[in-house]
């Protein structure tokens, strides 16, 4: 469902609007009756997509054989952090 909410309406409700989002609504907040935004769901990371991930690493890893070559990882993970 898509409802238009207005600015001031947003500002005072908004625990109530996003638990309207929780639910599947979708608003578009408007001011002085133009659209000016759109409070929808958050794209969130599924395990789905980390798993996906890890697939397309090892596919990575495997098709270019061994890419970081003799550089040891802890190496790699501490140049990093520096």
């Known amino acids: ?10 500002k005072t409700k908004l ?3 996003l638990r309207g989002v ?4 979708r608003y578009t ?7 000016v ?3 929808v769901p958050a ?7 980390t798993v ?3 697939e397309d ?3 990575f890893m495997e098709a270019h054989h061994n890419p970081v070559g003799d550089m040891q990882l802890k190496a790699l993970i501490n140049a990093g952090r520096a």
Not at 43 to 49: A, G, I, L, Q, S
């Open 37 to 39: 935004a759109d409070l």
């Open 52 to 54: 996906a991930a890890v």
């Open 1 to 10: 469902m898509h409802i238009e909410v207005g600015s001031y309406k947003a």
């Open 15 to 17: 625990p109530e609007l």
């Open 22 to 25: 929780q639910a599947g609504n």
């Open 43 to 49: 794209e969130c990371h599924t395990d789905k997509d």
């Open 57 to 59: 690493m090892l596919s």
């Open 29 to 35: 907040i408007t001011l002085r009756g133009n659209a």
